[in-house]
């Protein structure tokens, strides 16, 4: 690509030119690549398409200011919150973080497709868009208002203008349909990407259980081929996941000493184009008596906007002011280079260079420069110099116009705290003081060279050239990538408009799969040497084996000519040298990093409760619950459905489940979340997740195996049985050898102590289970007494099963569908059956009036009402809930249920209106250690910023106190 780029562009001629790049490319990574391989680079901008053609039109909107970024998602936001009773359809969807990012993606791809309301309007989802429509007058409205452009007002105000603009490069890739006439307008070359057909590096694929592994291996690769490549150094880190690499690369590199190893193409620009750098030198520059070689770097910097000044006029300016050696002490410093000016006007100046221009500009930047010193109180001059700072700051990103904002924040509150109106400070302190809460926000590094790898995503180093290449994550959570829809803007929605509008490009889920397919090859394309590939197939919150990516499957099967699978290929990236020096360290001081150190720990204390520091301090699983959260609520993972639940008398409820019920008594809006939405549950990660099985697994096991061992018995001694006896072990052991042999195979053993552990667990529970079997002399008739189950597992066969949903009547004659399966049916010595649940959770017992503890032990009820309907025989039950692990003590407890019918059909009924009426109101608490909201998936989706809208429910939302009384005190 790059050679395509060169031939296109005449990079050794002295006019201007520019390169523009997709959103998602690095114009930094770019133009070094462009460097290492080209003798001279002479005038080339590198800049993103959308910011260039956003300054190209700031002057046709004259005291208009460009709205982008953060600014322009919050006015959304804003717009969206203050606006929701106008939206019927997106009413309840306005609430959630991520809308004003589908609102903004969904208006520019209309309004840049030129697609009008009348073809809007024949789309089917009709309030969908009527709602979308009013949002865009809303929105164009507040631009008006606040006199703001945006993106899509530049690209229509320069087809307006039929502007042409020389020596503009575009490398090519999917515009909308009046981009693409803009660049044909404007006159901008098309650079087409050209596929390599070189693949000569050398390939290699290996396997590590985690990505802390990964991360590890790949330091010692890295300095490994460090000290055997030349300088200039282009090795390149391909990562599937940007943020998680970063945190796991800092804390490796900074644990063993080289912490400058790599550089990060988010943390700080190649060229140092970051506004936080920018304040840094401008900082230098007070601090240092306003040195004229201070302020050299703060004008040299690519993070110093410079306007529409051809860059060689800019740059003899800058010259000019160096070899002037005035100094900014006051206002006499445009006066100073006035005169040096003056006195130098019979020196020769460069070559190419007009002199009067040059001038214009030194002059100009004295203007700008000496306002600092407008200000009478330091305080002032504090607003000055920030005022320069923001004026010229160049905004290249959302991470940009955030750091601008925090400075502005920090220089405000500083002021307002009244700190500079103390006597002893000037300028310097203020500025000081402000550096130094910033350092505390925002680190800046030193500035990067040419010797180090780049780490970035496939899309920050696809443009780049590269000796060697490293591509990490190459599971199927990790590339390909999951590609979501835009609700507001399905893929259908976009293929009627497509029909209806030829020229026409909307971005589709199948397109972006052939586009990363495509992506990714060309980046294996630009490497001419080596290229490793590294897959985690350990998922440590379930300790389930991930598959390798198909991307990497395909690669190898191509390099060595064979047709592996999935499974082999697993066996054969094991082969790897590269795979043989993983491991997890037993003892905390052979631990290599924070990752090791925490499973040393976590081992050291799997049989106590001792709580050690390092688990909670440095281990990276337990710190990520918080990231974990923070990447929820920016996240675009909750987007299968954002429209408003309406529930008419002709709407049938689902078939209900024990944990459908109990799901709604815990939290209405969770029931929302998790069934109406159907939004994927996510487990956080914690220290507890590597263990062999997770809670959820450890139960399901102990419920199988029971299930097998009462089978095994019944089939043995008939049907009725009453007694367990000692001998009765050895069958027991049979079938949990069996199951335990199940069990790894489906769900691989991340570490023997961990497995060793999980298994005494088990045994401990087993054998205080078969305790009190044995002293039990009921009959045992049936086990998994299922009825509307929508599977028959396997070794589940023969016993009583009702394919339909049971029916309940409920007092005011409806009737609800229920679904479920009782764990075992025991006759007690009066004749009475006893039905019984397992559980393997904390126990917990009814209180008096809530027999049912509010939803919690609602299986109680339910099973009890409708088992004559699986066996005719069995009437007026008594249910028992019974706890088999011993962390629970085998607590039982007994409800009997004729006692409670009538209470139970009436909390039923109550439970059922609400959820027929469409109740589906936040429990909300905006505690973290609350015990129900503080543990829920869904905590930062339902309170993110909307805590006002929870306590306004709790005082007004009669739908609000009906969830409480049914809930939290069973009053019917």
Known sequence: MLTTVISAIPLGTPERKILLTPEFAHPGIIKRSLALKVPKIANLQVSPF??????LAAPLFQGKTYLAG????WLLFDLLHSSKEKLPYLREATEFSQM????????????LNDVSKKQLG???NKPKFNDLLAIKAMYDQKKKDQSFFDFTDAVHGLLRTKQKAGGVYLLDHPLRQLENTLVDNIGIVRIPFKDSASQSYKFAGYKVDTVSQEVLQTVRNLSTDLENISTPVKIGVCVSDYDQAHRIFRQSLEEIGLPDLVHFVRGEPVFATSPGKLWMYFAEWVENSFSVYRLIRILESPGFRRGDVDPDIFHNAVKTIRRSGVALHDQRFKSLLTKFLASAADEDEEEGSDKKEVNNVVLALADDLHRVHDGATPAEKLQKLY????ARARIRSESDAMVVSRIESIVENLIDSGVPSRKELELQDLVAIVSSTLASQYVGRTLPDFTRPIVGELADLVYSEWDVLYVLGMNEKGLPRPIRQNPLLLDHEKKLLLSAIPNAHFSLSEDRLVEEQAEFQRLLQQTTQKVVMSAPLKDLTTGRELLSSRYLLQEWNRFHKSNLDYQSLSSALGNSPRSQNNHIALNPEDAISRYDLGVAASLRHADDNVKDPLISSEFPFARSVAMFRQARRTSRSFDEYWGVIKRSSTDSLPVLSASRISTWTRCPHQYFLK????????EDFDAHALEWLDPMHYGSFLHELYHRFFVKLREAKGEGFTKVVSGDRKVLDKEFAQLL???QTEYPINSTPHFDATVQRLENDIAGFFEREVVISRKRMFTELSFAMQFREKGKKGLPKRDDPAEIRLPNGAVALVRGSIDRVDIQEDGRALLIDYKTGKSVAPVEGQPFLGGKLIQAGMYSEIVNQIDPT????????????GKANYFQHTIDYPNEREHFLRFLEAIVEELTGGNRVPRASSERDDPVCGFCDYFDICMNRRKWLADSLKQSDERHSRFQQIAKEELL
């Open 50 to 55: 959308r910011d260039w053609l956003s300054q």
């Open 70 to 73: 953060n600014r322009q998602l």
């Open 100 to 111: 004003s990012f589908l609102v903004l993606a969904a208006l520019e791809n209309l309004i």
């Open 122 to 124: 024949n789309l089917p």
């Open 387 to 390: 005022g320069l700072f923001a």
């Open 675 to 682: 069934y109406d939405l159907k939004l994927n549950e996510e």
């Open 741 to 743: 042999k199940e069990y």
């Open 874 to 885: 069995i009437s007026d039950p008594q249910f028992m809930y019974y706890y088999v692990t």
